[in-house]
């Protein structure tokens, strides 16, 4: 009998399969999972869908962090000293593929999801639509139309200022899971930030997910605070 999960399993690679079909050929896609192309173009164009273990393999497999850090940098812009991730930003196809990758790992036992304008928005929807929670966004403006909040405030260090962010109450509620999702970590002091906000709620972190880190100070800065951070690539200057 076909389970609910294995009933999901096979979706989600028929539906990488897909995704990865619009950013690279079949004979390189071939390549990364050791099937013929005719398998995938059958696949892909539901001619067949793959049995629970094959489709298991693939997900495994284009959700890992050496397929998907690959792909990653072919999009990502080094300019002036700093990661420029607009290629990213905008890659619909690519964030999709990413948002598998934080339910393949991080998932599915998440209520919210939360993120920090403006960046993080796009990928944390994504992510927030897969695990089919609630989507939470921390504003560096008090929210008009709210009529309570929590905020959190934190030393920014380029340029030295204390930044404070606002959350509505309604965003995150007393006992919740809630997944950090950002579209990039440096020093990791505003993820430091919203797990303190999220311990304040009394709700539970279930983890942090980036797909680009920058050097090694968010490794330091998170350590006393989360247990599980996925970050499918940390770049280096």
């Known amino acids: 009998m076909e389970t609910k999960c294995s009933k999901d399993i ?9 995704l990865y079909r619009y950013l690279m050929k079949y004979r390189e896609l071939s390549e990364i999972l050791d099937l013929p192309p005719p398998a995938l173009w ?25 397929v998907v850090s690959e792909l990653l940098r072919r999009y990502i812009r080094f300019r002036d000293g700093a990661v420029d ?3 990213v930003l905008s890659n619909v196809v690519l964030m999709k593929i990413l948002a598998y990758v934080a339910y393949q790992y991080l998932g599915p036992e998440v209520d919210t999801v939360l993120t920090v304008e403006l960046d993080g928005v796009p990928l944390a929807t994504l992510v ?10 921390a504003r560096k403006g008090i929210p008009i139309t709210s009529e309570g909040v929590y905020e959190v405030e934190y030393m ?22 809630v997944l950090i999702v950002d579209d990039i970590i440096r020093s990791g002091k505003t993820t430091a930030a919203l797990v303190k906000l999220i311990k304040s709620v009394g709700a539970t972190l279930v983890g942090v997910f980036s797909p680009i880190a920058v050097g090694d ?8 605070y989360v247990d599980k951070v996925l970050v499918v690539l940390n770049v280096e200057f």
């Open 85 to 87: 991730l607009q290629e």
């Open 217 to 224: 100070e968010w490794v330091r800065t998170l350590g006393e």
């Open 42 to 66: 059958r696949y892909i164009t539901l001619k067949i869908i793959p049995n629970y273990e094959r489709a298991e393999n693939i997900v495994k497999i284009l959700t890992s962090k050496e």
């Open 10 to 18: 096979r979706y989600h690679a028929v539906e990488l399969l897909r």
């Open 156 to 177: 920014s260090r380029d340029p030295p200022s204390i930044v404070r962010l606002y959350i509505p109450s309604t965003g995150i509620r007393r006992g919740d899971r």
């Open 128 to 137: 927030s639509e897969l695990l089919r929670s609630r989507l939470a966004v």
